[in-house]
């Protein structure tokens, strides 16, 4: 099968993404069925401290190699390399 090679670019994911992909996820089943009002005070509560550890977590992960930008490339990218920076 021509996709069982994808596994080889793909690359495990910070255990937050999942775990606030999860909370995000019971947070709409909750939704949906009818449960005491302490579980809707508990996720609405956590949802924000559970997005700040989703983007310190993702804001810190160094399983991309980055380089050092050059003088001038601030704008530039570094996955792309159709796309640099402005020239004067």
């Given at each position: 099968?021509?996709?069982?090679?994808?596994?080889?670019?793909?690359?495990t994911?910070p255990?937050?993404?999942?775990?606030?992909?999860?909370?995000?996820?019971?947070?709409?089943?909750?939704?949906?069925?009818?449960?005491?009002?302490?579980?809707?005070?508990?996720?609405?509560?956590?949802?924000?401290?559970?997005?700040?550890?989703?983007?310190w977590?993702?804001?810190?992960?160094?399983?991309?190699?980055?380089?050092?930008?050059?003088?001038?490339?601030?704008?530039?990218?570094?996955?792309?390399?159709?796309?640099?920076?402005?020239?004067?």
């Amino acid at each position: 099968m021509a996709l069982s090679g994808c596994s080889v670019f793909m690359r495990t994911l910070p255990t937050a993404v999942h775990v606030v992909t999860g909370a995000l996820l019971l947070n709409m089943l909750v939704a949906f069925i009818h449960l005491p009002v302490w579980v809707y005070f508990l996720l609405f509560a956590a949802a924000p401290f559970l997005m700040v550890w989703l983007a310190w977590t993702i804001l810190r992960d160094k399983s991309v190699p980055m380089r050092e930008l050059e003088d001038g490339a601030e704008w530039g990218y570094q996955d792309r390399t159709d796309i640099g920076p402005v020239r004067d």
